[in-house]
């Protein structure tokens, strides 16, 4: 028997959710214990800051010029590479249970398979040319934000509990754009109280269905299961039952929020130019923040309420990934687990006046949570690693844990034990790309993190011309305010950044593929 | 409003295309839908979703071949025009264009995305016949 594998990833979740990241709000004692246990990045990049390009790189292993997956909206294509296709062929059972996203939600056409598979109601579609599963997954069980859409969890929903359906916010309004409806005791965007039971809540569901198929495997199977919550990805309506957790009227603003506006608009103003376009409400280039909500009128309550529906949900996680510990040691399988813990991209909460994400290649939408507990059969010893690592490095960490050799598609080495260790793996630097083309209005930026410094350079764009971008030094501006992009005693190391970036960045994919919808 | 056009080349003669594509009726052959069905000037269209839209046809123009549509009765759809054009490219084959402007604008996107794959399922039709 093989080491089993254990991958949990979150949806929008800031580095500093976390207790054992310094997080005081939200109690994560599960997550905590696995980082005291094993090894936990301090300096975790995406290599794009929303969900498909995101989750597509942790599939295959590649930075989004290669698999090509630019934004939402455009499909991974079907035969693109996949870590789970090589772990199933040295005899993993394979499992993806929550949200998936490497395929378009919105599809009207019933084109894409995880749409597919949820309306007719099975857990794997062959691939006509290999006749292997789906992207090499035995049983893919999906959920979204909410409860409607094709995908198991709203059909499972819809049929046991239908009264529970309606207590969800709506997502899109009547025009199909992102509701930018107010909800909550604040008024903030995509808040709503949920009288969902809990149980019934895809938090626990995914828990549940994860539990079930572990407890469908032989004891001697190996598997490699993806256990992929939603939350707290918005719209922000945990359970109304557990609002006692946090109450967003004890709550300290955070720390990144700039309580004076003119303060926060001199800062904005620092930035590249989206940023206050996008402030201000005149330029919107990112389908998942509300159209029609202006990022000016957030106010501090709205902030304080939005981060504790959040925490509410990472405990929530927290709670639900116990239980899921819990099922795997009853099974026998605890010294021989290995857990992966990260998401997929961050969320603003609050920082600079703003919610959501979008092209901002920040802490707040780029640090993230990664821990990895290796199975404690092995030994390994507790570190913290400083080094920038990357999402893109999963695959090849997967392969390493299944001892299997490192597939020729993935574009990063393995995650590493320690800072020792990255050295010698040869991280030193971590890439981040973002490129929208939203009917008309056009954001591209490439950045670069090593040594302390954030480096984002913009490519000619609807605000932005070559030459223009962002500078920060980490150690100094933890919450990247003063940018130094123009300072010329610092012109010598970003050019250096910029040399390097543009040296370690793959070779982009021509023609881009078609964005088959807004998400 | 969304404005979003698509195409591809098709090594055909134009005509031979158009045959095919200016029959409405036979949409569901190529755009990857579940069915068609034409009463006059009017068709329905059925996705594999199960949402089925009415459309006005505007024009059928065989001489510009050209076909135009607008879904109507659908009060999601605040407006949707749709052509499509076979066009002779003056060296055997022809190009042939999907265009709509759309309100709202986001369903254009996917709208766009199935016309890829209908574009790329008439290529595959006609070069393999070819």
């Not at chain 1, 990045?41 to 929303?50: I, K, L, M, S, W």
Request: net charge negative; aromatic share 10%.
């Amino acid at each position: 028997m093989g080491r089993k594998i254990l991958f949990i990833t979150t949806d929008q979740q800031r580095y500093d959710a976390l207790g054992c990241n310094g997080g005081t709000i939200a109690r994560t004692p599960t997550i905590d214990a696995l980082s005291a246990q094993g090894i936990t990045f301090d300096r975790a990049h995406p290599q794009n800051v929303v969900c498909m390009p995101s989750r597509s790189t942790m599939l295959t292993g590649q930075h989004v010029s290669t698999h090509g997956v630019w934004m939402n909206g455009v499909p991974l294509p079907a035969g693109a590479p996949s870590i789970a296709v090589d772990l199933r062929k040295v005899g993993y059972s394979t499992a993806l249970i929550g949200k998936a996203h490497f395929e378009p939600l919105l599809d009207p056409f019933l084109r894409f398979t995880e749409n597919r598979m949820g309306t007719n109601g099975v857990f794997t579609e062959l691939d006509e040319m290999t006749h292997d599963p789906h992207r090499g997954f035995d049983h893919m069980e999906l959920a979204t934000h909410g409860a409607v859409g094709p995908l198991h969890y709203s059909r499972w929903l819809r049929e046991n509990h239908p009264e529970a359906v309606g207590g969800f916010y709506q997502v899109l309004d009547h025009e199909l754009q992102v509701n930018a409806a107010g909800g909550g005791d604040s008024g903030a965007p995509q808040v709503k109280f949920n009288p969902i039971n809990r149980e019934w809540y895809h938090t626990d569901w995914v828990a549940n269905q994860t539990i079930e198929w572990l407890n469908s495997l032989p004891t001697d199977a190996d598997w490699f299961c993806w256990m992929s919550f939603p939350d707290p990805h918005h719209p922000w309506d945990p359970p109304s039952s557990e609002h006692y957790r946090v109450r967003w009227q004890d709550l300290d603003l955070p720390a990144g929020y700039i309580r004076d506006a003119k303060v926060r608009e001199a800062i904005l103003d620092d930035k590249l130019r989206h940023w206050r376009g996008w402030y201000d409400g005149t330029f919107i280039s990112n389908y998942e923040a509300p159209a029609r909500w202006v990022p000016a009128t957030l106010t501090a309550d709205q902030v304080r309420e939005v981060n504790a529906l959040t925490h509410i949900e990472n405990e929530l996680i927290d709670e639900a990934i116990a239980r899921v510990l819990v099922s795997v040691t009853n099974r026998g399988w605890g010294d021989d687990l290995d857990v992966l813990y990260t998401t997929d991209h961050g969320e603003f909460q609050g920082d600079f006046g703003l919610l959501f994400k979008g092209p901002y290649h920040v802490d707040s939408l780029m640090r993230l949570p990664l821990i990895w507990r290796p199975a404690p059969s092995v030994g390994a010893v507790p570190a913290r690693v400083a080094t920038p690592v990357g999402l893109v490095s999963l695959a090849a960490t997967f392969a390493h844990i299944a001892g299997i050799a490192q597939p020729s598609y993935v574009e990063a080495p393995r995650l590493p034990f320690d800072d020792a260790d990255a050295r010698t793996l040869g991280h030193e630097r971590v890439l981040t790309e973002w490129d929208s083309v939203l009917f008309g209005k056009i954001v591209h930026l490439r950045t670069i993190c090593r040594d302390n410094w954030v480096c984002t350079a913009a490519l000619p764009g609807t605000m932005s011309s070559a030459g223009e971008g962002e500078l920060y030094y980490l150690a100094h501006d933890p919450l990247q305010h003063v940018n130094r992009w123009d300072d010329p005693s610092v012109r010598t190391l970003r050019d250096d950044l910029l040399t390097d970036m543009w040296d370690h960045l793959p070779q982009g994919v021509l023609p881009r593929r078609s964005m088959d919808a807004p998400v | 409003m969304a404005s979003i056009r698509r195409y591809i080349f098709i090594d055909c003669d134009a005509q031979r295309v158009w045959d095919f594509v200016g029959a409405p009726e036979r949409l569901h052959e190529w755009f990857p839908i579940a069915s068609t069905r034409v009463e006059g000037n009017k068709r329905w269209i059925t996705l594999h979703s199960g949402i089925t839209f009415e459309e006005d046809i505007i024009t059928l123009d065989h001489d510009l071949r050209r076909f135009q549509y607008k879904i109507v009765n659908y009060p999601l759809i605040t407006f949707h025009q749709g052509t499509v054009d076979v066009i002779d490219d003056g060296h055997g084959g022809c190009m042939v264009m999907y265009s709509t402007d759309m309100e709202p604008e986001v369903l254009a996107l996917p709208i766009g995305g199935a016309a890829c794959v209908g574009l790329q399922k008439l290529k595959d039709m006609f070069e393999r016949k070819s």
